[in-house]
């Protein structure tokens, strides 16, 4: 099992920026990838962003352009950098990560969210 502890969150006026970080401990020798959901009220969660292990980022319509993800898999860290916020990016922020636990069987973990909120 992985234990991730996410950092970063806070208040944040629109069109201004904010990093978020997720450390990530325990098995990870078999990690496909981490990366980012959020909630925001009354919606469902939905993916931001991922990175895979050969750094391959994919990411949501909604925040290609203005979110970077990044990673330090020496630290087992990956980071969120959020530019030119919007309003609608204002939501719980959930790290994750999936490891290969054996031939058939995928594990997903999560953080315990961060909240972001981003004012007009």
């Known amino acids: 099992q992985v234990h991730l502890v996410e950092s970063g969150g806070g208040l944040v006026q629109a069109g201004g920026s904010l990093r978020l970080s997720c450390t990530a401990s325990?098995?990870?020798?078999?990690?496909?990838?981490m990366g980012w959901h959020r909630q925001g009220p009354g919606k469902e969660r939905e993916m931001v962003a991922l990175i895979f292990r050969d750094d391959t980022a994919n990411y949501a319509d909604s925040v290609m352009g203005r979110f970077i993800i990044s990673r330090d898999f020496a630290k087992n860290t990956v980071y969120l950098q959020m530019n030119s916020v919007k309003p609608e990016d204002t939501g719980v922020y959930y790290c994750?990560?999936?490891?290969?636990?054996?031939?058939?069987?995928?594990?997903?973990?999560w953080g315990q969210g961060t909240q972001v909120t981003v004012s007009s």
């Open positions: 325990g098995r990870l020798v078999n990690l496909i990838d």
């Open positions: 994750y990560a999936r490891v290969s636990v054996s031939d058939d069987r995928i594990n997903t973990d």
